[in-house]
């Protein structure tokens, strides 16, 4: 027996010494690939809850706060955080396992949410790194990566949607691992291509930027590329009643505490005589004890954003302010989350009509768009369907207030069409609105005497303590040396 053991040693040490010490010592239960699809079911459900939320209602003028001063309801913001980049690592995975296995279909979707994380890393900071950003694997000797430019990240950005689109046209496979559309390509070249007029168009106020060439690209996506053709075809995520899949809010505590409607939204939707009111809001509960019906424009009623949060307390305190409906916090399927779809897109491309970038009927697309609207919340939200059928839509549109056709500027136009995006993302489209603002001017967002909105966010402290160097040269490039202010205004809205 001895002499077994010894030969047996004698053997292995052989073979050892005929192999790298890292091919031997190798975890079995710490796989180092993976087919891609494991990774872009995790990549979907991040990014399309990606900073979903009430914090983003406060700045758009849609919630109030009556147990505390909210820093967005009063523009009192400083710093954002570089999360983006965290759920980037993903991607970046996922496109080496898809270059790996020569499956181009998951490079393309890696594109998309790249595009996707930039687009709203930009938006919230102006320069941000992006050329040399998510290379720390890559790179033998770490080195702080520069910040790109704002131009040339949007640059980049539309880049890598068109070379997405380009991809999928020359694929036909079924995406497995998509719990968006089933696996289906076509669908995907549909919201990636959204997305990129949703991208020119927030670059309108570089419309005459012959480097951006805006415009024509602009009409070759409306006129030569798949696009979505109904709401449903809208890229949502759709909950289930499961541990870990259910409606983010919920059963969230913060909406039976000190959250409230903010006046001027439902201002807003009274005026327009639009029953989504009905589907955003509670009754008053005054007016819920009265007895007024669900569908009485008066039975409802907001806090005023510019006055001490104090004051709001009371008014609520009083029965006379609405909530959030309970659907959302009460039913955990309550509705899916739309990144981008058919309603958004329409009005897109109405308000590049409107502007002359591609020819069309921006009525008919505009009409379309909040049918499309209307319809979405007839389908889920429960129970109150009725309250926005078709013939509803129909004669919303009617009134002189709603009609596209009354407005006789290109002004009064645009205003109208920002305002169907604005009242069309409540819990829907986090911080979009705000840039919508930022771009436009439309809607209005009142606040106190004095306060101005903010451009922006500060750069996380982890950036002056890691890439002070970096983000110090980028400061002074866009703002002056020492201006990391929310009030600097980058390039995109200069």
Known sequence: MKKILILYIAVFSGLASCKKLEEINVDPNRVTETHPQLQLTQIEWDAFQFNIGTSSLYAEKML????????????????????????????TKMIEEANRINDKSYVALGKFFRAFYFLNLTLTFGDVPYSQSLQGETQEKYTPPVYDKQKDVFKGILAELKEANDLLAAENTIIAGDIIFGGSVEKWRRTINAFRLKTLML??????DADLNIKSAFAQ??????????????AKLVFLNQEGNRYPEFNSSSYGSGMYMDSTFIRRLQDRQDPRLFIYCTQTKNAEDAGLAIDNFA??????????????????????TS???????????????????????????????????????????????????????????????????????????ARPINDLATAATTADKIEKIVMQRYLRSFLQSPWWPFFDQLRTGYPSFRRPAGVNIPFRWIYPQAEYNTNAQNVAAAIQSQFGEGNDKISSQPWWVQ
Request: glycine share 8%; net charge negative; charged share 25%.
């Open 64 to 91: 109030v706060q009556t147990d505390g001063e909210s820093s967005g309801q009063y523009y009192k913001w400083d710093r954002s955080d570089f999360t983006a980049y965290s759920k980037m690592r993903d991607v």
């Open 299 to 320: 039975a409802y009623e907001g806090g005023d954003p510019a006055a001490p949060y104090s004051e709001v307390n009371t008014k609520a305190a009083n029965g006379k």
């Open 221 to 234: 996506i409306v006129n030569n590329e798949p696009l979505f053709t109904s709401g449903d075809d809208d």
């Open 323 to 397: 909530k959030v409906n309970n659907r959302y916090h009460k039913d955990p399927t309550t509705e899916p989350m739309v990144l981008i779809g058919y309603t958004e897109q329409q009005l897109i491309i109405a308000e590049g009509i409107v502007r002359g970038w591609v020819s069309g009927d921006e009525v008919q697309y505009y009409n379309d768009a909040v049918k499309a609207s209307f319809k979405f919340y007839e389908n889920y939200a429960k129970g109150l369907g009725s309250y926005v059928s078709q013939p509803i839509a129909t004669a919303y549109l």
């Open 203 to 208: 670059l309108s106020k570089k419309e005459g």
